[in-house]
């Protein structure tokens, strides 16, 4: 202990003013316990003299007082108890001297500022957390205001766990959180050598009702973690677990969901969770109770776990409750396990929607002619296709792939084996009736007449236009860049499609983007546009300046390195502005990763996202036209020797997987020839032989799974977004989201747990974006009483049943007030800021 604080006390006595009676002042100092032994000859007075008993000096200390020194202040220090009376041979001179007492107890509520001595007792409980400096310091930050005995014990526990402000809450789970062996629990340890164990144990009791004869941090993790199941389980509770529930749930139930929802802390939950559910063998349980009673439950990922695997079972025996599975995943969409197992959950909901789709169809694509069997792509079948990129965009990201791996070979052999084969079969059959003298669909916009359709108006008007080409951004892709762009950005999207060019390759598409007059290819395989060879940037510039004089052609690459300046200058003047940009292409022509080209296409949302933002902020940008060249076909199982169509040797001028063009007319068994003068003008004599459906041809090397060229739809549906920037201050083309009001008249609370009503006020839709909050109680301080809830707001349903939320809210053990104000807090989980805030009133019965 410091010296300092007596010394000040000490110097503050020997200072006062002297009695009439007095010469000068003598203390006695009694440190029986010798508590301050060691410390003493250190002990600086600059007005006294510091004078020791030994016990056997008694009569020269006497004679030093009465005869040698007469004048001075003394202080008479004894590391004994005092002498009883007739033992006390300084008795007389004690008479008229003062007496000092500073035991440690006594100096420590000085320090605190405490004169309210009957809290000693309070004090003397924690002699050897006040033994240390740190630990003092650290409980003098919490700045108590009320010292009585349980907020002093929380304080105490508070500072032994490491915490800035004192939190009971805060403390068991930092506490529990270092594991529930309490000879390797650091903070455990502390709390019985510098703390007090019953203390803690009490306050757990008190807050939590946890009792138990031999209580332990494992017992209580037990306790905590069954009362919140007890809580939100449907099933007949077992009876060997009822020892572990609290009467009152309340507390136990806020203290886990405020665990839960902290992200930060989510590891620790999880691995003593795991510890419990393994303690009180929750698996043989769960696999006898029905999911819907266990729907709720979050306590243990167990659930999320048996969940997945009885949507698995249910899916490979063929029950088609395709509806109630998909409720079910969105119901967990707010639970804690969730994002552990997000990937999981989005790959069976993907599942889900193949299977829908299969079955909606009756297992078969129905034979229609070419304008009608287009259309008919553009607005269901391109799903299936994203279903299928989709369910492999989350399956990918699946650490433990044994958990859906059946459901992939369903995928496979519903998406290969029914959906490409059935589709690509009357698709080729429609193009051998009616598209292989003619390419051209009637009524359908066609990719080599892009600028002419979309482009040239708007440039012989004066205006600015910028085509961003991504090489394979095909139309499913697309759609949903289409509908993201159009959630995010503020301005008009909307979505066209044209009949791409056959074959459906690089070089063609390319070309057939540009103004032109005149398309030739030539014996090199390269596409020549009127007169100009289109292969690389340069020469595609050129061909723009044949139009239009004030063009430029750029790279992505070259737009996101330039500064806002230099890409003013770039653009000044210009009417049209071509962008070039290729990452799905780049991934997926390349064996080593065209495993990678759905993840590419994800990579394409980002960048086509900040093309269209830097051209829209940085250069105020008004016309934005997103294309492509080509689509393509994907498939994650290898190829069989049926997927391939044998190839003979004729004199190709260009000769891929899914395409050869020629002129020779060999007729090749298993393809389709299309005559190709509708692109190289009237007597080209050329041909595209393609395999029909969705067949390769027999090929050296690795790379088939991934391919363009032929005449498949997916090849041939060729997106344009149309992006119009809007400028205005306010307008119908502002991005919002919907808004989530509480439809509850009450706002008295009569109860711990209680419900509340929720409604999305507005279906998704074109600008209405999703809304996400969390939802809570708090006090006029900012406290949280309460569980925590979410609502996930993003349903495009028209009835408001399906728009509506029920949310269950439970209340802490608190001493409410009739008269104050609590609040329930709507905070948007984007940017973390009130959505909302609403008075309530709490009255319990």
Not at 302 to 324: G, H, Q, S, V
Not at 448 to 471: A, H, L, N, Q
Not at 561 to 566: G, I, K, L, T
Not at 756 to 774: A, T, Y
Request: charged share 35%.
């Amino acid at each position: 202990m410091e010296l300092d604080k007596i010394e000040k006390t000490l110097e503050e006595k020997f200072t006062r003013e002297l009695s009439d009676a007095k010469k000068r002042h003598i203390i006695f100092w009694y440190d029986e316990n010798k508590e301050f032994a060691e410390d003493i000859e250190e002990l600086n007075l600059n007005n006294a003299k510091l004078w020791k008993l030994t016990g056997n000096n008694n009569f020269e200390t006497k004679y030093q007082l009465e005869v040698v020194d007469q004048e001075s202040n003394y202080l008479i220090y004894s590391d004994k108890p005092e002498p009883v009376k007739r033992e006390n041979w300084l008795l007389d001179i004690q008479k008229y001297s003062d007496i000092f007492t500073a035991n440690r107890t006594t100096l420590i509520m000085q320090e605190f500022g405490l004169e309210d001595y009957s809290l000693r007792y309070v004090f003397n409980k924690y002699e050897k957390f006040f033994d240390n400096k740190k630990r003092r310091e650290r409980l003098k930050k919490y700045k108590l205001n009320d010292y009585r005995e349980e907020n002093f014990d929380i304080a105490i526990i508070s500072a032994l766990s490491m915490l800035r402000m004192p939190s009971l809450e805060n403390a068991v789970k930092k506490i529990l959180m270092k594991g529930l062996n309490e000879e390797d629990n650091r903070y455990f340890v502390d709390i019985k050598k510098f703390g007090d164990e019953d203390s803690f144990w009490r306050l757990i009791e008190d807050n939590y009702g946890y009792i138990a004869q031999d209580k332990s941090l494992k017992g209580l993790m037990r306790f905590l973690i069954t009362t919140n199941l007890h809580h939100n389980l449907k099933e007949s509770f077992p009876k060997e677990w009822e020892g572990y529930v609290a009467e009152r749930e309340n507390n136990c139930i806020v203290f886990l969901d405020h665990w839960m929802s902290h992200s930060n802390h989510a590891k620790s939950y999880g691995n003593l969770s795991r510890e419990i559910a393994q303690e009180i063998n929750l698996k043989e349980y769960i696999f006898n109770w029905k999911v819907d009673n266990y729907l709720d439950c979050d306590s243990f990922e167990d659930f999320d776990l048996a969940i997945i695997d009885r949507l698995k079972a249910n899916l490979l025996d063929d029950l088609d409750e395709f509806d109630r599975y998909q409720e079910i995943i969105i119901a967990r969409r707010t639970k804690h396990w969730y994002e552990k197992f997000e990937e999981v959950y989005e790959a069976i909901y993907q599942v889900i929607e193949l299977f829908k789709y299969q079955k909606k169809y009756n297992k078969i694509i129905r034979q229609e002619k070419s304008y009608d069997f287009f259309n008919t792509y553009l607005e269901e079948y391109y799903l299936i296709d994203k279903a299928y990129r989709k369910f492999y965009l989350a399956y990918d990201q699946i650490e433990d792939k044994e958990l859906i791996i059946e459901l992939k070979d369903r995928v496979e052999n519903l998406y290969t084996n029914w959906y490409l084969q059935e589709l690509s079969t009357k698709w080729s059959n429609m193009i051998e009736e009616e598209l292989i003298d003619n390419w051209q669909i009637a009524g359908i916009k066609q990719q080599k007449d892009f600028y002419r359709e979309f482009i040239k108006e708007t440039v012989e008007d004066g205006e600015r236009v910028y085509v961003v080409i991504s090489d394979a951004l095909r139309y499913e892709a697309a759609a949903e860049f289409s509908q993201l762009l159009n959630a995010e950005v503020k301005g008009a999207t909307e979505l066209y499609a044209m009949q791409g060019t056959l074959p459906s390759y690089t070089k063609l598409g390319m070309a057939s983007l540009l103004p032109h007059q005149k398309l030739d290819i030539n014996g090199k395989g390269d596409v020549i546009v009127d007169g100009i060879n289109s292969q690389g940037l340069k020469n595609r510039e050129k061909i723009l300046k044949v139009t239009e004089e004030e063009s430029v052609a750029l790279r992505y690459e070259d737009i996101v390195q330039m500064s806002r300046s230099d890409l003013r200058d770039v653009v000044k003047g210009t009417k049209l502005v071509y962008i070039y940009h290729n990452k799905i292409d780049a991934k997926g022509d390349h064996a080593a990763t065209e495993l990678e080209v759905f993840e590419a296409i994800e990579e394409s949302y980002e960048e086509l996202d900040l093309i269209v933002r830097t051209l829209k902020h940085g250069l105020s940008a008004a016309n934005i036209y997103i294309t492509a060249d080509h689509g393509f076909i994907y498939r994650r199982r290898p190829l069989e020797e049926s997927d391939k169509t044998d190839s003979v040797k004729i004199d190709a001028i260009e000769e891929k997987r899914r395409f050869i063009i020629s002129k020779d007319k060999a007729n090749i068994e298993g393809t389709l020839k299309v005559n190709l003068d509708y692109i190289f003008g009237d007597k080209s004599g050329l041909t595209a032989i393609v395999p029909r459906g969705v067949n390769r041809f027999k090929k050296q090397g690795a790379g088939q799974n991934y391919v363009h060229g032929g005449a498949s739809l997916q090849e041939i549906a060729i997106p344009v977004i149309k992006f119009k920037n809007d400028r205005s201050q306010n307008s119908e083309n502002e991005v919002r989201k919907v808004d989530i009001r509480l439809t509850s008249i009450s706002k008295k609370i009569t109860n711990n747990i209680f419900y509340l009503n929720f409604f999305q006020s507005e279906k998704i839709k074109d600008k209405l974006i999703p809304r996400r909050v969390r939802l809570y109680f708090e006090d006029e301080s900012g406290n949280r009483i309460s569980n925590e809830n979410i609502i996930i707001a993003d349903s495009n349903s028209e009835s408001s049943k399906e728009r509506s939320f029920k949310e269950k809210f439970t209340l802490q053990d608190l001493d409410y007030q009739r008269d104050k104000d609590y609040y329930l807090v709507l905070v948007d989980e984007e940017d973390n800021q009130v959505y909302e805030k609403i008075n309530f009133r709490i009255s319990l019965l």
